[in-house]
């Protein structure tokens, strides 16, 4: 898998990233909206233990960087997460 994203943005995009991540409250404030943007999506998430799933997140977010530069360990996740995050992983619809 090759992602053609130009060094220039791929440093804007990790500034911009590091500027939002470095914000404590920065994901709390994305899944409260998150979650009140659909109904299904807050059921989804009921038993969900946020902190958890933020610092899950964070990770994955920097993972898919990493993919972008066209490091095999974000690449792979990236794939991991196509396939979990689909109807025959967590059953997720398009």
């Known amino acids: 898998m090759s992602i053609a994203v130009s060094p220039h943005h791929l ?4 500034a911009s990233l590091d500027r939002c991540l ?3 409250v920065f994901l709390q404030r ?4 998150f ?3 659909d109904e299904a999506i807050a ?8 902190k958890k799933q933020a610092a899950v997140l964070r990770s994955s977010i920097y993972l898919v960087l990493r993919a972008a530069q066209g490091h ?21 619809t398009p």
């Not at 440093?11 to 990790?14: L, N, P, S, Y």
């Not at 994305?30 to 909206?33: L, S, V």
């Open 11 to 14: 440093a804007r995009f990790q």
């Open 30 to 33: 994305f899944y409260a909206r």
């Open 72 to 92: 095999d360990d974000g690449v792979h996740h990236l794939r991991e997460v196509g396939r979990t995050h689909s109807t025959r992983g967590y059953g997720i």
């Open 43 to 50: 059921q989804r998430f009921a038993n969900t233990d946020l």
């Open 35 to 37: 979650l009140l943007a």
């Open 22 to 24: 470095g914000d404590p």
